[in-house]
């Protein structure tokens, strides 16, 4: 079963401007990892926060985490063409130290 | 270095045939996990292997699905009796040890498909 939804389920922006991504899960977490997937293949890392973190920056990505709404964002500023991808949050629970539990995504279209 | 690789990067096989998918991990990873996705939804944990120990196989659906890591390295996944459900891409991920601490590191994905 998932853990996470994320929302929007798509967004379409143009290109230069931002994308801000949600996702909420139900349980309590040792940390949330957000994945991009192009060609609905191989899934990349992106950004990693732990659950005593609040927010993270890499690049031009910038990940909060709002534990008691069990809610996290990805914002992704100055868009560009190619960060055309779906993008998953991923949980991994306290005591399990193996699987993520991802959300459903959200497929992010930006314009040229 | 190598990333992880998956072979087939494709299959189409017929309902109730017998397929099995690998995955060649990073070398010096000790972790492994499988992982299924279907059309328009997130990837869903199948098993993970700690070594050659599948330490957490909660997400195999049923006994059709099985998989292997004989040597610690190189794992197979395994489905008998195939049903046009289990048409999905299977991915396999590796990570330096089964921890919240290391990034797990995806392959390109099996995409199967039952006729």
């Known amino acids: 079963s998932q853990q996470g939804e994320e929302d929007p389920q798509a967004l379409s922006i143009q290109e230069g401007e931002n994308a801000t991504m949600n996702c909420s899960y139900k349980t309590s977490i040792n940390n949330l990892q957000w994945y991009r997937q192009n060609s609905g293949r191989g899934l990349v890392h992106l950004i990693l926060?732990?659950?005593?973190?609040r927010e993270k920056h890499s690049g031009r990505l910038r990940v909060t985490l709002d534990t008691s709404k069990k809610s996290s964002s990805l914002l992704i500023t100055a868009s560009r063409a190619a960060d055309t991808a779906s993008y998953f949050c991923a949980t991994q629970r306290p005591g399990n130290t193996g699987k993520l539990i991802f959300g459903q995504g959200t497929t992010l279209q930006v314009k040229p | 270095g190598a990333g992880v690789s998956q072979t087939p990067s494709n299959k189409v096989t017929e309902k109730g045939k017998y397929v099995e998918l690998r995955c060649d991990p990073i070398?010096?990873?000790?972790?492994l996990y499988w992982y299924r996705q279907s059309l328009g939804q997130g990837p869903e944990f199948l098993i993970y292997?700690?070594?050659?120990?599948?330490?957490?196989d909660s997400g195999l659906p049923n006994d059709r699905f099985f998989a292997v890591r004989p040597e610690g390295s190189v794992s197979t996944l395994k489905i008998q009796r195939t049903e046009r459900g289990d048409s999905a891409v299977y991915l396999c991920a590796s990570s330096l040890q089964a921890s919240p601490t290391y990034e797990q590191y995806f392959g390109p994905g099996t995409r199967l498909t039952v006729t």
């Open positions: 070398s010096g990873h000790t972790a």
């Open positions: 926060i732990r659950s005593n973190e």
């Open positions: 292997f700690q070594g050659t120990g599948a330490a957490d």
